[in-house]
């Protein structure tokens, strides 16, 4: 259904993705058959509960899976605009594009800004660093256009700022720090592992509308993980909604929070308790969900309206029809 | 960091000063006194000593005056610089000390030395690799040299020394340079004996250090900074060196100061079991003769060693550690 | 004791202040908390909502202020009370954590649990704790399996549960929820909320909730204080100020919280022209 003007400008194909987890009592699938396109030049959220795998999907996108998971298959095609694409789950360990990738093409920036960075180095050392670890240019020079960035995340003084340690700064301004150091190199994509929920609701506010402008200066791709369906009506073109290492539904973000076609989408969203009346009881996902089966991996059918869902055959059709 | 210092170098005098109290009070706890043990010795031989002799000598040692003078006594010429006289060596206690300490302190440090370069990499090498064959193998060597105390050691080093190679491993010097003034070829001889006693007295230190870097640096090593470092593309190597050993390293470093006092007494023991000309033998042998200012005075060095060591790693840590420089 | 105290009162707060190092954490503040009501305070973190809640249960001493506590015995003042003479009284006042798996032992099986603030109580006899536990179990949606079982095995959501039935196995009046659901997943977040609602209604529970999620305090809470920089800013019935909040912190609070709704976009209030 999707026409073709649209699948030629993503920036990322992932494909049948699967990752195994070893553990005392065996394997367990984080990953099942995860497929999904990041169109380039806007935003993607992933959402889903503890436990969907949306933060697997995003480490195996920066190869970032540490034993003992394993990326078992599935392919991810990165299409960057200034060279040729390659495929990322095949890449080697010793192959110069691996480490280009990390914080060069794509980068990350992750929940805890209290943790993200290491408290002995100074906050100009360590965006710097990541100008250093992928151009040739001197040290100053490297602290110079960290001091541009930090400037343009919103931290001012910074003179005095950049000689600071982490500890030093608040929780939003740290985030801050966190995702100039991630933008310092212009990456392609921006992969935001809930970036805000480790934040005050107004830092939240900040930061998204932060990540919204900057998205919109420089042009570039946005992977956004979250369990927070407020924050994805905020921010996102398009919606991924994963539950225990599958995705059920795909749509853009008014499909998706207006329109939800699956049922555990439409759990998710009535669980919020601002929406719900006061005084009665919320609603729960199983409550909405009822015998519906929604553990069964159904491969995924588009419908007319192009958004994707996995769902049983005769609930497809019922879908279809509405 | 200016106040700081000086905080900590002024705390270091009461702490200096009751322990001073302590080891003259520890010293005078055995029956009798230098003088009485002297005694004992020249009647031994069938000399006869009058007992003005004796109250001479006690009268010249301040031995008859009230304890508490004794102390100052004894503490005031400590601080001007006189440790008192030797009976047993018949010699001034500076000289022997300076002589002694020097030794002691080269060994110590040297250990020290030993335990970093050794147990770093190991440690580093243990952790990322994590149960590996090699990893197991670091932590079977590990296990032995902590169970193995050092002066065992320094019998199976000096046996298998002498029974298979033929050579002599006692001792800092060949026996040409025993009493040679110094020159560089007598410091050239001191390098090439001293790294047996090194390795000795460090071993167990560098197993202990070994398998605590390990833990540390497991515990460091998926923390979320070093997951960001990942993702900013830094390279494997310079990512765990630059990342999570730089802060796994860090109790370490205020350890210093408390291995001193653990490679200080593991180096008496080697020191007579190897005849070395340090510290730890001298010590026994005044202790032994109730050589009461050399016994004291090489007791107050030690603590002051330890003292020094304590408040060097502190700032040692302020310097590495900027939240330690902020608080 | 109180002659001022509101005769449905179940706590009165008067000119509490507290501060760490000099730095004041609460200054000056007083409110009263209704019987059988759920009063929320919310505030962002270093707001002083948690170190207010603390200073109330007599976790940490305050410096200022009156706390009185309409107890079964009648009114009393918990802040000149010696450790000794709270114990009674700290069978009717609990609190629920925010992390369930941290504030439940490890080593201890659920039933153990359960049972160890009935035996600190010295409350009824073997089998009849048993059963107390048993129908505590029930109250929270547990099944009898889960006696024997260590908190580890079961989720989230489940360990909060065993964190509820802890807090109110010796029937308190008063629970303190400190962000108690702040750590769940949405669908957990939704059943205990509305397991928190249902335990209110069958035992007549008092709750003081503490959060920093604005939307479940509209949901669950009657009335609510906003705290910015240690004081109350405004409080009153939690429709009121949602709809109509007057200080510009409460606005700043409320224009931040995202809309499931992309159609309403969010416009954060800007700090600095709000004067904060």
């Known amino acids: 259904m999707t026409d073709d003007a649209q699948s030629d400008d993503n920036v990322l194909e992932i494909r049948d993705l699967a990752v195994d987890f070893k553990t005392d009592t065996g394997l367990t699938h984080a990953l099942v058959n995860v497929g999904f396109d990041v169109p380039r030049g806007k935003v993607t959220a992933i959402v889903g509960e503890s436990g969907s795998g949306k933060s697997v999907t995003a480490n195996c996108i ?65 965006v710097a660093e990541a100008i250093l670890c992928h151009r040739k240019v001197t040290r100053k020079e490297a602290m110079r256009e960290a001091a541009e960035m930090l400037e343009r995340v919103g931290i001012g003084e910074m003179e005095r700022r950049i000689q600071m340690y982490p500890f030093e700064f608040s929780g939003g301004m740290r985030q801050r720090v966190v995702i100039a150091m991630a933008l310092v190199c212009h990456p392609e994509i921006l992969i935001c592992d809930e970036p805000t929920t480790a934040l005050d609701v107004t830092i939240q506010a900040e930061i998204l509308t932060l990540i919204k402008d900057l998205q919109r200066d420089l042009k570039n791709s946005v992977l956004f993980i979250t369990h927070d369906l407020g924050v994805v009506a905020q921010i996102a073109d398009q919606v991924v909604v994963m539950y225990q290492g599958r995705v059920l539904e795909i749509g853009t973000v008014r499909q998706v929070l207006k329109e939800p076609v699956h049922p555990y989408t439409r759990g998710l969203l009535a669980a919020i308790p601002g929406l719900a009346p006061k005084g009665e009881p919320l609603a729960t996902i199983a409550s909405v969900v009822g015998d519906t089966d929604i553990t069964t991996p159904y491969p995924m059918t588009t419908l007319g309206d192009g958004r994707q869902v996995s769902l049983p055959p005769d609930k497809v059709a019922l879908a279809a029809a509405e | 960091m200016r106040s700081y210092l000086a905080s900590r170098l002024l705390g270091m005098i009461p702490t200096l000063a009751i322990i001073s ?28 000593v009058t007992q003005e002799y004796v109250e001479n000598l006690r009268s010249q040692y301040n031995l008859d005056k009230p304890m508490v003078l004794q102390y100052f006594y004894w503490a005031g010429n400590f601080l001007t610089g006189d440790m008192g006289y030797s009976i047993l060596f018949n010699r001034p206690v500076n000289e022997l000390v300076w002589e002694r300490l020097g030794y002691t302190l080269s060994i110590t440090i040297s250990a020290l030395l030993f335990t970093w370069i050794v147990a770093l990499p190991i440690g580093i090498y243990s952790a990322v690799r994590q149960y590996t064959i090699g990893d197991y193998l670091m932590t079977t060597l590990a296990l032995v040299g902590l169970a193995t105390p050092p002066f065992l050691l320094a019998l199976i080093f000096m046996h298998i020394g002498f029974t298979w190679f033929g050579i002599s491993t006692g001792g800092l010097f060949s026996p040409e340079f025993e009493d040679a003034p110094w020159s560089i070829a007598k410091f050239g001889d001191m390098l090439v004996h001293i790294w047996l006693p090194m390795v000795i007295v460090g071993a167990s230190g560098a197993a202990f250090t070994m398998r605590i870097l390990r833990a540390n640096l497991l515990d460091e090593l998926n923390k979320p900074y070093v997951v960001t470092a990942r993702a900013k593309g830094v390279s494997p190597a310079k990512l765990v060196i630059k990342y999570p050993v730089r802060i796994a390293i860090n109790p370490f470093i205020s350890n210093i100061g408390l291995m001193l006092p653990a490679l200080i007494s593991g180096e008496a023991l080697v020191g007579m079991v190897m005849g070395l000309p340090t510290i730890g033998p001298l010590l026994l042998q005044s202790l032994l003769n109730q050589d009461m200012f050399l016994a004291g005075s090489l007791l107050m060095w030690l603590a002051a060693l330890v003292v020094i060591g304590i408040l060097i790693s502190d700032l040692m840590l302020a310097w590495v550690d900027p939240r330690i420089r902020f608080e | 004791m109180s002659t001022t105290a509101n005769g449905d009162a179940i706590l009165k707060v008067t000119g509490l202040s507290k501060s760490f190092d000099g730095v004041p954490a609460v200054e000056d503040v007083s409110f009263d908390v209704r019987r059988s009501e759920t009063l929320g305070i919310v505030g962002e973190s270093g707001s002083g909502k948690t170190t207010l809640v603390r200073c109330i249960l007599r976790a940490i001493d305050h410096e200022e202020g009156i706390v009185e506590y309409n107890s079964r015995d009648g009114w009393v003042e918990l802040q000149d009370m010696r450790p000794k003479e709270l114990i009674p009284l700290r069978r009717e006042m609990q609190m629920i954590f925010q992390d369930p798996f941290a504030s439940l032992n490890p080593r201890m099986t659920v039933r153990e649990i359960l049972e160890e603030p009935l035996i600190i109580h010295q409350v009824g006899d073997r089998t009849q704790r048993l059963d107390a536990v048993v129908d505590m179990l029930n109250h929270v949606q547990l099944d009898r399996d889960a006696l024997t079982r260590y908190p580890h095995a079961f989720s989230g959501g489940q360990r909060q549960r065993i964190g509820i039935a802890r807090a109110l196995i010796l029937h308190p009046d008063l629970v303190v929820c400190d962000e108690s659901v702040s750590a769940l997943d949405v669908s957990v977040q939704a059943q205990i909320i509305n397991l928190l609602e249902d335990l209110q209604q069958e035992l007549g529970l008092t709750y003081l909730f503490v959060a920093h999620d604005l939307s479940v305090v509209q949901h669950i809470c009657d009335r609510v ?27 700043l609070l409320l224009s931040a919280i995202p809309s499931p709704d992309p159609d309403i976009r969010l416009k954060p209030l800007d700090r600095r022209e709000l004067g904060l």
């Open chain 3, 225 to 251: 204080l906003v705290m910015h920089q240690g004081r109350v800013v405004e409080s009153g019935e939690v429709d009121e100020i949602f709809a109509n909040p007057q200080e510009n912190y409460t606005k």
């Open chain 1, 62 to 126: 920066m190869r970032l899976v540490q034993p003992p998971g394993r990326i078992v298959a599935g392919t991810i095609n990165f299409m960057p605009t200034d060279m040729a694409p390659f495929e990322i789950v095949s890449l080697r360990k010793k192959d110069p594009r691996l480490q280009e990738l990390r914080g060069g093409h794509i980068s990350m920036v992750f929940q805890e800004p209290m943790t993200a960075l290491s408290p002995v180095y100074t906050v100009g050392n360590q």
């Open chain 2, 21 to 48: 109290v302590i080891v003259f009070t520890v010293i005078q706890l055995p029956e009798g006194d230098i003088v009485s043990s002297m005694l004992d010795r020249l009647q031994a031989q069938g000399v006869d």
